[in-house]
Nanobody, 117 residues
Framework: QVQLVESGGGLVQAGGSLRLSCAAS????????MGWYRQEPGKQRERELV?????????TYADSVKDRFTISRDNAKKTVSLQMNNLKPEDTAVYYC?????????WGKGTLVTVSS
């Protein structure tokens, strides 16, 4: 079955950088768009789309992260990454990797990013 495993979260000071990675298995990775979402810890709000990359490498970003975050993919390794620069306290969240495959939405367990001021 489809599995997504995120890594790379942690604690960083404002202005710092982190790189998140998501390893995918159980799917034809090169054929599908991949997305990064985030959700504030302990909040019931819907997960926010942070960045999306299509199978051919086109990208979309939330306005709040444009020019700071970069999404990329390695189809050979079946990984999607999120480079996060100039992090702000409001970027603090659990970050999830997601894919829709066979009309089913799959999510990883998430990785926590905490940005201190």
């Amino acid at each position: 079955q489809v599995q997504l495993v995120e890594s790379g979260g942690g604690l960083v000071q404002a202005g710092g950088s982190l790189r998140l990675s998501c390893a995918a298995s159980g799917l034809i990775f090169s054929n599908v768009p991949m997305g990064w979402y985030r959700q504030e810890p302990g909040k019931q709000r819907e997960r926010e789309l942070v960045a999306l990359i299509t199978s051919v490498g086109s990208t979309t970003y939330a306005d709040s992260v444009k020019d700071r975050f970069t999404i990329s993919r390695d189809n050979a390794k079946k990984t999607v990454s999120l480079q996060m620069n100039n992090l702000k306290p409001e970027d603090t969240a659990v970050y999830y990797c997601s894919v829709t495959y066979g009309s089913v939405d799959y999510w990883g367990k998430g990785t926590l990013v905490t940005v201190s001021s």
